[in-house]
């Protein structure tokens, strides 16, 4: 049945790109609008690179209008506001879930009146990035030449058809930092382009007496077990002396509420009630943060805070591990049998149909211990 559902619903979505391009519409002149719809952690490490398009040749006298993703809008106003003249927001939940709102959102992106679209998104698709730069109406319209992830193994490739320049920015076993990198340079040409992600901001832990830990992921095939953040909690405070500043969303702040109930130390619980902003000042403070494989995680490394990621082998080498280039601070753990793949280099984990985010729960957390150890004794 769900098959179903979605073979219809993606007819609906095609329907619907149709009836908006065919809005009639005048070329744009001198208007480059700049795609990057995907989340906070993949933004964390693109947005250092927004600056060069008004800096370069080719787009420096154009108007720049950047369509992003509203869950990180707030880190885009408070720190790369000035990198563009405008910006378009979507909220992607109501997106995918409304077709009203699908259409309206469309219709405005068409009436942009562009002369050059530029796709910054690696994993994209026709529901959100190609769908935007097919309803364009303009010449130019560029794209790295991105995988399957996000469209399906067997889905058919309309980037060509959609964009007139496709470019080979690195393939899915590069970091997500150097691919952003490479295509900057070769579509602005400049060698300008940055592999850095930091905020700007000196880290302030170094004497901390707090660690922070986010429990929840988008994904909640992404999460550690409570109990495990718990011992690592328990053996921070009882040998160090380091209390818990517990972080999270709102769907997270049960499984907050059961890591308090459990936790014999000194805890802060903050799932659900801080901003962006606010995650970023606790993260920039903190001794060391230990995060699972979700947006938060870059966002701690941004904030120059040390950071002990959980990772479940899923999209190796794009998230992980971070250039040393970025960061020395950052610690990737894995489960045991993903090491094993990785001291191969087995081909399984770079097929994103293969391999599995729930496997994360296999990390043990006598893998966790000695890291603590290691960033107390720095």
């Not at 943060?289 to 120059?304: K, Q």
Request: aromatic share 12%.
């Amino acid at each position: 049945m769900k098959k179903i559902r979605d073979f219809i619903a993606g007819i609906l979505y095609r329907i619907l790109l149709v009836l908006v391009k065919m809005q009639p519409v005048k070329k744009g002149s001198n208007h480059l609008l700049i795609i990057k719809l995907d989340e906070i952690g993949d933004y964390m490490l693109f947005r250092n690179n927004l600056k060069y398009f008004r800096r370069s040749e080719k787009y420096k006298n154009h108007k720049i209008t950047l369509l992003g993703n509203a869950a990180w809008k707030p880190i885009f106003d408070e720190y790369d506001s000035d990198t563009v003249n405008d910006t378009i927001w979507i909220t992607k939940k109501k997106f995918n879930s409304d077709l009203d709102y699908r259409f309206s959102v469309l219709k405005q992106v068409r009436f942009e009146k562009v002369s050059d679209v530029i796709n910054c998104v690696f994993s994209s698709g026709i529901v959100l990035e190609d769908g935007f730069a097919f309803v364009c109406k303009c010449s130019s319209k560029t794209s790295m030449k991105g995988d399957n992830s996000n469209k399906g193994k067997y889905a058919i490739d309309l980037q060509p058809i959609i964009y007139n320049s496709l470019c080979d920015a690195g393939d899915k076993k590069m970091f997500d930092s150097i691919r952003n990198k490479n295509f900057l340079t070769e579509i602005l040409g400049t060698g300008n382009a940055t592999l850095d992600s930091k905020l700007g901001i000196s880290w302030q832990g170094k004497n901390s007496k707090y660690l922070a830990i986010f429990i929840g992921a988008g994904n909640p095939e992404r999460r550690w077990p409570i109990e495990n953040f718990v011992e690592c909690s328990k053996y921070a405070w009882e040998k160090y002396g380091l209390s818990t500043i517990v972080l999270g969303g709102k769907p997270d702040e049960a499984i907050a509420d059961q890591f308090v109930s459990m936790f014999k130390g000194e805890v802060k619980n903050l799932a659900g009630k801080t901003s962006l902003s606010e995650v970023i000042h606790i993260f920039n403070g903190a001794r060391f943060a230990i995060s699972t494989d979700t947006g938060p995680l870059h966002i701690a490394v941004a904030a120059a805070c040390p950071v002990i990621g959980l990772f479940s082998g899923k999209y190796y080498k794009r998230y992980s591990p971070y250039p040393k280039e970025i960061t020395s601070d950052f610690y990737p753990v894995y489960p045991d049998f993903i090491d094993n793949l990785i001291a191969k280099d087995e081909p399984i984990l770079y097929d994103p149909f293969k391999t599995r985010n729930n496997t994360i729960k296999f990390i043990d957390t006598a893998k966790i211990l000695p890291v603590i150890d290691q960033l107390m004794l720095a």
